[in-house]
């Protein structure tokens, strides 16, 4: 870090995330002077993740991150929630930042929507899980695929 204390953020999104009047809201009353924040808008990112070709999502990468090659990066923010679904390509190219997403943020306010509007289900045994999706059924045997594989990340670490 430059100085002591600071620290160099980059914050991915969508356009329409980085746009949305609730997120500049948002930056605007969290921003420290003390933090360097750099918004990259990723156009089709989430597309190519559900498309899952790994080769052009690493192009793609490259590609977006060749701005900040030169810039040390304490923080990257995933600020979608289909980037965590590649959290290692992208650590891959900010070996020395630390990941930041809001997936357990987003579980325990749903558990506590649940359990507010007494809709839990308080069962222990396992469920299932059913995936509908207006792009047709190949995309819904992706979306089984991405979900098994980021369970299968999850358990092994």
């Not at 979608?80 to 987003?106: D, M, Q, R, V």
Request: aromatic share 6%; with cysteine.
């Amino acid at each position: 870090m430059d100085q002591e204390g600071s620290s160099h953020i980059l914050l991915m999104a969508t356009p329409g995330t980085i746009q949305s009047k609730k997120f500049q809201e948002l930056k605007e009353a969290t921003t420290k002077p003390d933090k360097e924040l750099w918004l990259l808008p990723c156009p089709s990112l989430a597309n190519k993740i559900e498309q899952g070709n790994k080769e052009e999502i690493r192009i793609y990468l490259k590609e977006i991150f060749s701005p900040f090659d030169s810039l040390l990066i304490d923080q990257v923010v995933l600020g979608c929630t289909h980037y965590p679904l590649i959290k290692e390509e992208i650590a891959s190219f900010f070996p020395n930042a630390t990941l930041i997403h809001g997936g357990n943020g987003i579980a325990r306010r749903v558990k506590n929507l649940l359990e507010e509007k007494e809709i839990k289900n308080p069962s222990l045994e396992e469920g299932t899980i059913e995936v509908e999706n207006s792009k047709g059924e190949e995309m819904v045997k992706r979306t089984y695929q991405l979900l098994k594989d980021m369970n299968k990340k999850n358990e092994l670490g």
